[in-house]
T-cell receptor, first 112, second 113 residues
Framework: QQQVKQSPQSLIVQKGGIPIINCAYE??????FPWYQQFPGKGPALLIA?????SEKKEGRFTISFNKSAKQFSLHIMDSQPGDSATYFC???????????FGQGTTLQVKP | ETGVTQSPTHLIKTRGQQVTLRCSSQ?????VSWYQQALGQGPQFIFQ???????GRGNFPPRFSGLQFPNYSSELNVNALELDDSALYLC????????????FGPGTRLLVL
C-alpha cells in the first residue's frame, strides 16, 4: 500500500547541475511534507520541509515545489556538489496519525 | 541540545531469539516513533509512543512491541525473530506540542541469522 511514490530511483549529475527528485502522494490526509537526506550507515537527516498551503520553499541550495491539486512535490538541488551524493527520501505525515510515509528513495551521485 | 541516540549500533541474533533496542529522544521531545528500514528501501513506520502509551501503529505483527519511559526514552522489542527482521531500526523523536518535525537517530543495524 504505497501512498508516496518517488522517482527517479537513481540520478547522476555533474557538479553544478540541478538534480530534481519528484514525489506523488495518493492520500489527502497528509499535512506536512519533509525531505530527508541519508548517507550510508547513517540515519535520515531532515533537509527541508513544506506544508501544503505553500507552493514553494527555499533553504540555501534546496528548494521544494509543491502542487497541491496534482498531489505532487519535488526537490531541486541548486549548484549540486559531490558532497550532496546521498540517498534522498520524500515523506508525507498523516494529519491524524502523525506517522511519516516515505517514498522509496533516490540515490543521487554528483560527479566532480 | 543533544540529538537522538540509539543503542546498540549493531546486533547479530539468530532466528527465534528476542531483541531489545533502545532510543533516547532529543532534549525536550515527548514523542518517539520507530521505523524499520530494509536495505534499499524507505523507512516503514512501526509505531509511535506519546506519554508512555502507544499512539499509532503500522502494519507490523504483535511480536513488535515497545515502551516509553517517563524521561521519554523508548525501547523496541522484537520477539521470535525472523530472517526478514534484518534491517536498520530507526528511532525518531519529535515534540507533539510544537511541530511536526521528526529527528532521526543513527539507527541500530540488526542482522538475523
Amino acid at each position: 500500500q504505497q501512498q508516496v511514490k518517488q522517482s527517479p530511483q537513481s540520478l547522476i549529475v555533474q557538479k553544478g547541475g540541478i538534480p530534481i527528485i519528484n514525489c506523488a502522494y495518493e492520500n489527502t490526509a497528509f499535512d506536512y511534507f519533509p525531505w530527508y537526506q541519508q548517507f550510508p550507515g547513517k540515519g535520515p537527516a531532515l533537509l527541508i520541509a513544506i506544508r501544503p498551503d505553500v507552493s514553494e520553499k527555499k533553504e540555501g541550495r534546496f528548494t521544494i515545489s509543491f502542487n497541491k491539486s496534482a498531489k505532487q512535490f519535488s526537490l531541486h538541488i541548486m549548484d549540486s556538489q559531490p558532497g550532496d551524493s546521498a540517498t534522498y527520501f520524500c515523506a508525507a505525515r498523516g494529519r491524524v496519525t502523525g506517522k511519516l510515509i516515505f517514498g522509496q528513495g533516490t540515490t543521487l551521485q554528483v560527479k566532480p | 541540545e543533544t540529538g537522538v541516540t540509539q543503542s546498540p549500533t549493531h546486533l547479530i541474533k539468530t532466528r527465534g531469539q528476542q531483541v531489545t533496542l533502545r532510543c533516547s529522544s532529543q532534549s525536550g521531545h515527548n514523542t518517539v516513533s520507530w521505523y524499520q528500514q530494509a536495505l534499499g528501501q524507505g523507512p516503514q513506520f512501526i509505531f509511535q509512543y506519546y506519554r508512555e502509551e502507544e499512539n499509532g501503529r503500522g502494519n507490523f505483527p504483535p511480536r513488535f512491541s515497545g515502551l516509553q519511559f517517563p524521561n521519554y526514552s523508548s525501547e523496541l522489542n522484537v520477539n521470535a525473530l525472523e530472517l526478514d527482521d534484518s534491517a536498520l531500526y530507526l528511532c525518531a523523536s519529535s515534540d507533539r506540542r510544537s511541530g511536526e518535525t521528526q529527528y532521526f537517530g543513527p539507527g541500530t543495524r540488526l542482522l538475523v541469522l
